[in-house]
């Protein structure tokens, strides 16, 4: 059950930390984002493009560096970075952390998140979630910052992983991200994972 995270279309990015397979990285966290990114039908594959052929640079000249496991919109989803490999997403959590993104913005109030587009995108990201809870013995459950910080396992956004371990500014999925509702979507979806008999 948990191999199925190796199904969905690869775009791969073009940035991101190979690991080797003789040598499989412990995965504690997963890191959900908003992609700064409209909510329409493509923006999975579109994020996806933007990751696998990104070209800007910082104020010194410098490629920067962002990518993301998977992207995922109302109706898709996009892996960019294989499991087994760091994604460049969440200093802090990058290295024991899947990074999935979706579609939408830190300004989105809760009524938005929860329009029809989002009610379609928490259905997709809620079985995603799951699939990697499954495949990485993680739990069903929003680690809260002391929780994040003491080495606990489970469900974090990127404005946690800035606040505990203050290597980036990022302040995604915003202040208005229903966690109460996507957590409410992948625990029946976690439980079936574990018991598909049940």
């Known amino acids: 059950m948990g191999r199925e995270t190796d199904n969905w279309p ?14 499989p990285r ?19 594959e579109d994020v996806a493009h933007y990751f696998a052929t990104l070209n800007e640079k910082d104020a010194h000249g410098h490629p920067i560096q962002k990518s993301a496991h998977v992207c995922v919109d109302t109706n898709s989803v996009v892996q960019c970075v294989h499991d087994r490999d760091v994604a460049y997403a969440a ?10 993104e979706l579609a939408g913005y830190i300004r989105q109030t809760r009524e938005q998140w929860l329009d029809e587009y989002g009610q379609g995108l928490f259905n997709v990201a809620a079985n995603v979630i799951a ?14 910052d002391e929780q994040l910080a003491n080495g606990d396992r489970g469900i974090v956004g990127h404005d946690q992983v800035s606040r505990v371990y203050k290597r980036s500014t990022h302040t995604d999925p ?25």
């Not at 915003?174 to 109460?180: K, L, Q, R, S, T």
């Open 131 to 144: 699939q990697y809870l499954v495949k990485f013995d993680l739990l069903p459950v929003h680690l809260t």
């Open 10 to 23: 690869f775009v791969k990015a073009k940035y991101f930390t190979p690991v080797p397979l003789h040598s």
């Open 174 to 198: 915003g202040p208005n991200f229903p966690w109460d509702i996507l957590i409410e979507k992948v625990g029946p979806l976690y439980a079936k994972r574990l018991n598909p008999l049940a």
């Open 26 to 44: 412990k995965v504690r966290v997963i890191v959900v984002h908003d992609m700064e990114f409209p909510e329409r039908l493509t923006a999975a």
């Open 91 to 100: 200093p802090g959590c990058n290295g024991d952390g899947i990074q999935i």
